[in-house]
């Protein structure tokens, strides 16, 4: 089992639609995630940030953690065809950089 | 500011051959790591650094190796190149106070034939 999977898509939707990306995980002890947007033939760029469990919102982005569950979610409300890239999650022990473990990324379709 | 550059990107070796990935970056960060990126597989990091002269492993180095003489610079070097080395390779850098917050280049597609 890897440590982070994710569902790799593709994920299509139409312009206007709520979008749920998810990942789950093995290791109990993560408690530090993030999640990355990366357009095509582009490297990553650092989306949302969390610590432990709960919910964080910026705009129309929400990123949600249930540690008990070990899964994450991203959701994107009013998505948009510039959203169309693929979504990766991170995850680490501790907050170094160098330590946190990527899942594999969910390629997203917005649609006009 | 350019952020991360990444030269080339592109590159198609031959099994054996070895060659140099160069990475620079202008935002004096002191951080810089190597992750390579594999269909189905996420980032794995190869190598990193916490500063000039200090290089450390990541999760895949073997084949590979890195100096950081200067803080812009942070050159990968393929020893010989096997076909098991086809992939993207990203650079990125980032600062000690936030380091989970790291800048990626745009990333060099490499295939080893």
């Known amino acids: 089992q890897k440590e982070v999977e994710q569902d790799p898509g593709p994920l299509s939707v139409p312009e206007g639609a709520i979008v749920s990306l998810n990942c789950t995980y093995s290791?109990?002890?993560?408690?530090?995630f993030m999640w990355y947007r990366q357009y095509s033939r582009k490297g990553p760029e650092l989306l949302m940030y969390?610590?432990?469990?709960g919910n964080k919102e910026d705009g129309r982005f929400t990123a949600q953690v249930d540690k008990s569950s070990k899964y994450i979610s991203l959701f994107i409300r009013d998505s948009q065809p510039s959203d169309s890239a693929t979504y990766l999650c991170?995850?680490?022990?501790?907050?170094?950089?160098?330590?946190?473990?990527f899942g594999p990324g969910t390629r997203l379709s917005v649609l006009p | 500011n350019a952020g991360v550059t990444q030269t080339p990107k592109f590159q198609v070796l031959k099994t054996g051959q070895s060659m140099t990935l160069q990475c620079a970056q202008d935002?004096?960060?002191?951080?810089m790591s190597w992750y390579r990126q594999d269909p189905g597989m996420g980032l794995r990091l190869i190598h990193y650094?916490?500063?000039?002269?200090?290089?450390d492993q990541g999760e895949v180095p073997n084949g590979y190796n890195v100096s950081r003489s200067t803080t812009e610079d942070f050159p990968l070097r393929l020893l010989s190149a096997a076909p098991s080395q086809t992939s993207v390779y990203f650079c990125?850098?980032?600062?000690?106070?936030?380091?989970?917050?790291?800048?990626f280049g745009p990333g060099t597609r490499l295939t080893v034939t």
């Open positions: 935002m004096n960060h002191e951080y």
């Open positions: 650094s916490v500063g000039a002269g200090i290089t």
């Open positions: 990125a850098s980032t600062t000690p106070a936030v380091s989970y917050e790291q800048y």
């Open positions: 969390t610590y432990s469990s």
């Open positions: 991170a995850m680490s022990v501790d907050n170094y950089g160098q330590n946190f473990v």
């Open positions: 290791n109990s002890a993560f408690q530090y």
